[in-house]
């Protein structure tokens, strides 16, 4: 294992907004669009689990349920919250940037494909990939 360590403590968030974006790209979603939708489904997530966002219901247009597949939301502009687009360049700030870019591109990203790749599921590896990761201060 390498001796690279984060900057900051590496939390299941972090996890989650790379599973989702890989998720997003294997879909067929521009690179930089995956990023943007990564963390904003994380966002989406946490707020509905510390109850700050109600759970979505089934959105109706016209009578007919509203398409979600990843191919439409790249179409469309970002994706927001509370007038903030999730960009990548947000991803970058947030997440990239807060772990260290060395430690994201040399040891996170990779661990974290290795097991989308395997087809292992978000919840397998939340907590078992990040345990060894710690901070260097």
Not at 10 to 32: C, H, Q, S, W
Not at 115 to 134: H, P, S, T
Request: glycine share 8%.
């Amino acid at each position: 294992m390498s001796d690279l360590k984060p900057n900051a403590p590496i939390r299941r968030f972090d996890v989650f907004a790379e599973y989702n974006r890989l998720k997003g790209i294997k879909e067929g979603m521009p690179k930089t669009k995956a990023k943007g939708y990564g963390l904003w489904l994380a966002k989406v997530v946490a707020a509905q689990k510390f109850g700050r966002m109600p759970k979505p219901t089934g959105e109706k247009k016209e009578g007919k349920e509203k398409a979600k597949s990843s191919e439409e939301r790249a179409k469309r502009a970002w994706l927001d919250l509370s007038g903030i687009p999730q960009t990548d360049k947000l991803f970058d700030r947030e997440i990239v940037n807060r772990m260290g870019k060395d430690f994201y591109t040399k040891i996170f990203a990779p661990a974290i494909q290795e097991a989308f790749e395997e087809g292992k599921q978000y919840v397998e590896i939340r907590d078992a990939i990040r345990r060894e990761w710690k901070p260097t201060k």
